[in-house]
């Protein structure tokens, strides 16, 4: 009966439509916080000393060259990895280490991998409710009434990811690009604070980059982004803020001009990449 009654309260805020991670206490500080990070594997340190600061809805790029440990420092902050030594916040009360990767990912931590995993024979619209049906906590409680406002988050997320004309296709049929959109929007339908991106526009399309660019610029505000990608036009096009790693620590942080004028980051990455983009 008392279950009955607060489902008729309307004005009733449920749990999953808040923000998944509204305990992160970013009032005083940055949303992630990596101090005196060290990891070895076999003794070779992959992460050196590596400390890195992200505030509260800042899009920020890391770059650098193969093995830098980009995709290490990835793994620490979602819990995969755990370091040697350091610290690793989430916010002011978090403290990352302390807590396992299924913690980590509910506290508002959503991580994107290379190659996109949407369902393929789920339809858009499908993928998005499954996406949202993973978060426990409403598995107990689906009514008609959160159905509905499920629909009206997937409707949300479909506008921001471009892909409300294919919402009733299989997703089997999308492009590369629409996929890694459609997965993008697998995350945000958990209201993530935090969005660790890794290489989103590989194997992408000049217009598909070029659309990716404007969601993720248009993610940042709401959301922190960090962004892990080697293509240094796509990086120009959205970077405020870049972050180059070299050999487990941070080489050099800065505007995309700043970095990309330092000689040290010219000598072990950018030299490197125009080379290659020459050859
Ligand atoms: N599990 C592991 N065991 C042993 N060595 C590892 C392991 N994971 C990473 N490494 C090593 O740590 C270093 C950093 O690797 P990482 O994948 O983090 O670099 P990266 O910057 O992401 O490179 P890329 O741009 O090629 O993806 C590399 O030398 C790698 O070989």
């Known amino acids: 009966m008392s279950i009955l009654r607060s489902l008729a309260q309307r004005d009733r805020v449920f749990d999953f439509l808040v923000p998944a991670a509204s305990p992160v206490d970013v009032r005083h500080g940055p949303i992630l916080y990596l101090e005196d990070v060290t990891v070895s594997f076999d003794g070779f340190k992959a992460i050196n000393d590596l400390s890195l600061t992200i505030d509260d809805g800042e899009l920020r790029c890391i770059i650098g060259p193969n093995g830098a440990g980009k995709t290490t420092m990835m793994d620490i902050i979602t819990g995969k990895t ?8 989430f916010g002011s009360r978090h403290d990352l ?5 299924p913690e980590i990912a509910s506290l508002g931590i959503g991580r994107k991998f290379q190659k996109p995993t949407v369902f393929e024979a789920l339809t858009v619209f499908e993928n998005l409710e499954l996406a949202m049906a993973a978060d426990k906590r409403i598995l107990p409680t689906l009514t008609a009434r959160m159905n509905g ?6 409707d949300e997320v479909l506008e921001v990811i471009g892909l409300k004309a294919l919402r009733g296709r299989p997703a089997g049929i999308l492009s590369h690009g629409q996929k890694q959109w459609l997965e993008i929007g697998m995350l945000l339908m958990q209201r993530p604070r935090l969005l660790l991106v890794d290489e989103p526009v590989a194997g992408m399309t000049e217009q598909e980059m070029e659309r990716t660019a404007e969601l993720l610029t248009g993610l940042a505000g709401k959301q922190s982004v960090v962004v892990v990608e080697h293509d240094m036009g796509f990086v120009r096009s959205i970077a405020r803020k870049v972050t180059v790693l070299h050999q487990g620590s941070v080489l050099a942080e800065g505007s995309m001009d700043q970095v990309s004028s330092d000689p040290r980051v010219v000598e072990v990455y950018l030299g490197a990449e125009a080379e290659e983009e020459t050859v």
Request: proline share 5%; no cysteine.
């Open 82 to 89: 755990r370091p040697d030594s350091g610290q690793v916040w």
């Open 97 to 101: 280490l302390t807590m396992n990767e």
């Open 149 to 154: 406002e499920i629909r009206d988050r997937i």
